[in-house]
């Protein structure tokens, strides 16, 4: 996991992790913060016309960003395998 170096979704979310990047697609976990339980999100980012695909969300402690971690790797390791030409 890196740093994040994209700007926020928007000033509701905050980018909090990114987990990786596949071609023009990367993979991050982003906060909710407008919201009186906050939630964390694992989210595809490309394009700024397709806009965020959301993957899944959960609550922001830390047994959620845990499952955010794992299924930020796995959404990855998904975009690695779909992106690999079958020879």
Same mark, same amino acid.
């Given at each position: 996991?890196?740093?994040?170096?994209?700007?926020?979704?928007?000033?509701?979310?905050?980018?909090?992790?990114?987990?990786?990047?596949? =071609? $023009?697609?990367?993979?991050?976990?982003?906060?909710?913060?407008?919201?009186?339980?906050? /939630?964390?999100?694992? &989210?595809?980012?490309?394009?700024?016309?397709? =806009? $965020?695909?959301?993957?899944?969300?959960?609550?922001?402690?830390?047994?959620?960003?845990? /499952?955010?971690?794992? &299924?930020?790797?796995?959404?990855?390791?998904?975009?690695?395998?779909?992106?690999?030409?079958?020879?």
């Amino acid at each position: 996991m890196t740093q994040p170096s994209f700007q926020p979704v928007s000033e509701v979310y905050a980018e909090q992790t990114v987990y990786g990047q596949i =071609g $023009p697609l990367q993979v991050v976990r982003l906060v909710r913060s407008d919201l009186s339980l906050a /939630l964390t999100h694992v &989210v595809v980012l490309g394009h700024p016309s397709l =806009g $965020p695909t959301f993957i899944a969300g959960f609550p922001d402690t830390e047994e959620g960003i845990g /499952l955010a971690d794992q &299924v930020g790797q796995a959404v990855v390791q998904a975009l690695w395998i779909a992106a690999t030409p079958v020879s």
